[in-house]
């Protein structure tokens, strides 16, 4: 259980408690790269669903870092609160994706750490341009990532029917944030930003699967 930090500490509080909590998230939800990244010895399901659980861990390291960045310059108590539940319900994710590639023998990618550092730097700078615009950045990267998981429900080999049940769990949070920060102002970005985000997240795709 990650503990939320309180707006009334120090800066250097802030920061100490920041990079526990990160190492923290990257630590407790890594499976050791050191290992091959699809075993010789992993059944066919696990050689479909492994890459497929690999995108969705980093995706989920990503939003821990997202909602952590993005509170450090929020300053209602209120909208903090909120963003520190709906990242307490994204670590839960993470969680299920770190226990189903064990299952499949499978590992998490190398560049966790890299992961949720990019995160958290862009919820900080989105949050720093103001609340609607960090509301509205997170309500955009819910948006895709629901979109993301609704096509790794698609893909997925049907045998594999612990995973489709953790994915439909991810699509239904992912779609309530998306709600949540669109109904508490979250403002429409820019379509440039929304075309950026959606490449970069598919470059992101591709490397993640196979570092």
């Not at 399901?45 to 821990?64: D, K, T, W, Y």
Request: aromatic share 8%; proline share 3%.
């Amino acid at each position: 259980m990650i503990v939320y930090m309180n707006f009334s500490q120090s800066i250097l509080e802030i920061i100490t408690e920041e990079v526990a909590l990160a190492l923290q998230t990257i630590t407790d939800t890594t499976i050791d790269s050191t290992m091959p990244q699809i075993p010789q010895n992993t059944t066919e399901v696990g050689r479909e669903s492994i890459p497929l659980f690999r995108i969705n861990h980093a995706g989920e390291i990503m939003a821990q870092g997202l909602y952590r960045g993005a509170r450090m310059f929020l300053l209602r108590e209120k909208l903090r609160s909120q963003f520190a539940q709906a990242g307490e319900e994204e670590f839960l994710h993470l969680q299920l994706c770190v226990k189903h590639l064990e299952s499949l023998q499978g590992t998490t990618s190398k560049l966790t750490p890299l992961s949720y550092g990019v995160a958290f730097a862009l919820g900080a700078f989105s949050s720093i341009c103001g609340e609607s615009y960090a509301l509205g950045f997170v309500a955009e990267t819910e948006r895709q990532v629901a979109n993301h998981l609704r096509e790794h429900v698609t893909i997925l080999d049907p045998r594999d029917q612990e995973g489709k049940k953790i994915l439909s769990v991810m699509l239904a949070d992912e779609e309530s944030h998306a709600s949540w920060a669109k109904n508490e102002g979250g403002t429409t970005l820019p379509s440039l930003v929304i075309f950026a985000m959606k490449a970069s997240s598919n470059i992101w795709k591709k490397i993640v699967r196979v570092l």
